[in-house]
């Protein structure tokens, strides 16, 4: 199969700690995406300058024109500059485009930065946009969502994640504490890694199952905490890759599939985008399932981790929960799982979340983990997620 | 804070005959015959083949309920008097699915897989009536 020939590797990355309330002044997205940079640039111990390629989910400064916004503001002339927008997906696809990039010689090096926080200057003039709680939906004349989705409260993250699970139910069983153990596991993780907004705060699975329930069957401990934060990885050819001073990350598989927007019209809503873009990646990197030392899985919820986790191989279809209840999902366990504490005890930095298991992945195959770091991991899988199970991108890295 | 209104549907020119047909308590859903099938929503080129042969054909609208959650917390500011949400997702015999609401139901009566059938909502004043749905 044609692909990727591992020839591009991540050589720096970057992620800010989780903030509840931030302590670090406001700055604009650009800013945020410039300090972000010198840190993955500064990670890497590469000259700057040899930067031509960046990648972004759009800066909230400018509409429009985002590559060459941030062109401009950086110093950096590019040669390859592409805007991203698949939700949670944004960033494992922002991956393995730039790796693309790379190994087609379109550029040497580019940035994969993703700015997190929602405290930005405010202007004395204009008043703050209100809250807009149409969140992934769009509520513009003519949209999908404006006529058949948000007339009846189908909007936001909660109840149509709650939908899946609930047909999840239906069709192959639910055993809330097996799903509950998914949160329990990464907290041990958070409380590992200091970043993480839950860092020292343990919760058991009696914990999550006695937490609010949201909307059935998610509680509260099975959804994510918006944080401030921010995080970013530089991608670079084999040359720049030597030259840098971490163990280079090689990109060596990816996949992609988007199958729909709203979950009321998937073909196969048990069937996540993540099991063919799983598929495509491990050919791809000729790996497999068994290969993987660490995985950093996409976990907006609980019933995205159970999901992907069948989907992308791991286990058996409807045998997740069982499955979950044999493994030990730590660090220390027989399949790390969001060893960073994912999103669900790190937190979600907005639309960086994404960019947090990327450096999950990166963090671990370069050794840098630290309390939680896996040994001997040279082999790492990390997925994104993105809308509501809609559009997912998988992701091989290997270390040398 | 105000309270924040309930969103209304505006009819576009592709889906207006949708929104006449609720109006007069009728469902009218697209049919392509060269996909032998149903489409949904109101679309002008049949999804997948881009097919042009989409026609306007009525349904009884009756179905099963595919999946559903009971929503707690309000999924945005206009149902925070509207608790629980019983946001559902109903699958038409005739084939699409539709995204609605559960009315007429105790929670715990809920079951994936029962009979639903059309509850048309006429909201005054706006000529639109949304389509909800109750256990058959």
């Known amino acids: 199969m044609t692909g990727l020939r591992g020839e591009a590797a991540i050589v720096g990355i970057a992620e800010l700690p989780a903030e509840r309330r931030p302590t670090r002044p406001p700055l604009f997205t650009l800013d945020q995406y410039a300090l972000l940079a010198k840190m993955v ?216 599939h988007i199958a729909y927007k709203t979950p009321t019209y998937a073909d196969d809503l048990m069937r996540t985008p993540i099991a063919r873009a799983a598929d495509k990646a491990f050919v791809m990197a000729g790996l497999s399932r068994s290969d993987v030392d660490a995985a950093s899985i996409y976990d907006c919820y609980t019933i995205t981790v159970l999901m992907s986790l069948e989907d992308a191989g791991f286990c058996a279809k409807g045998k997740g929960m069982s499955w979950i209840t044999e493994h030990d999902l730590t660090h220390r366990g027989d399949f790390p799982l969001n060893t960073a504490g994912g999103q669900l005890s790190f937190g979600q930095a907005g639309m960086a979340g994404g960019m947090h298991h990327v450096v999950d992945g990166a963090r671990q195959i370069m050794g840098r983990a630290g309390d939680t770091q896996v040994p001997d991991c040279n082999t790492a899988f990390v997925t994104g997620n993105g809308g509501i199970m809609s559009e997912q991108v998988a992701l091989l890295m290997r270390g040398d | 804070m105000t309270k924040e209104l309930r969103p209304i549907p505006e009819p576009t020119p592709v889906s207006q005959p949708f929104w006449d047909g609720l109006s007069q308590h009728r469902i009218l859903v697209q049919y392509s015959p060269s996909l032998a099938r149903y489409v949904f929503y109101p679309r002008t080129l049949a999804p997948g083949t881009l097919a042009d042969d989409l026609e306007w054909r009525e349904i009884d609208g009756a179905g099963t309920l595919y999946t559903y959650t009971v929503a707690r917390r309000p999924t945005g500011p206009p149902w925070a008097d509207a608790l629980p949400q019983l946001l559902a997702v109903v699958q038409w015999d005739a084939g699409p699915r539709i995204s609605t609401e559960l009315v007429e139901v105790d929670p715990s009566d809920i079951r994936i897989g029962m009979h639903v059938r059309p509850v048309f909502c006429d909201l005054p004043e706006t000529g639109i009536t949304l389509l909800k749905y109750r256990p058959a």
Not at chain 1, 95 to 123: I, K, T
Not at chain 1, 196 to 211: E, N, Q
Request: net charge negative.
């Open chain 1, 41 to 256: 640039v500064e990670d890497a111990g590469v000259d700057p300058a040899c930067i031509n390629g960046l990648l972004t989910h759009g800066v909230a400064e400018s509409a429009m024109f985002a590559p060459a916004t941030l062109c401009e503001y950086l110093g950096l002339a590019l040669d390859f500059g592409e805007r991203v927008d698949l939700g949670g997906a944004t960033s494992a696809g922002m991956v393995w485009r730039a790796a693309a990039a790379v190994e087609l010689g379109v550029c040497d090096a580019a940035l994969a930065v993703v700015p997190g926080s929602a405290s930005l200057p405010q202007s004395q003039r204009s008043s703050p946009s209100g809250p807009n709680w149409y969140g992934a939906s769009s509520n513009n004349y003519g949209s999908p969502q404006a006529e058949f989705e948000i007339p009846h409260g189908n909007v936001g993250q909660n109840a149509p994640y709650a939908q899946i699970a609930q047909r999840y139910a239906a069709e192959f069983g639910y055993d809330p504490a097996a799903v509950a153990k998914i949160a329990v596991d990464q907290r041990t993780n958070a409380c590992a890694h200091p970043g993480a907004v839950f860092h020292g705060a343990p919760i058991t699975i009696d914990d999550v199952l006695g937490s609010p329930m949201i909307a059935d069957p998610i509680h509260m401990l099975e959804t994510v905490m918006r944080v401030h934060g921010g995080a970013g990885v530089l991608i670079a050819n084999a040359d720049i890759a030597r030259r840098s001073r971490h163990r280079p990350v090689w990109i060596t598989g990816f996949g992609e």
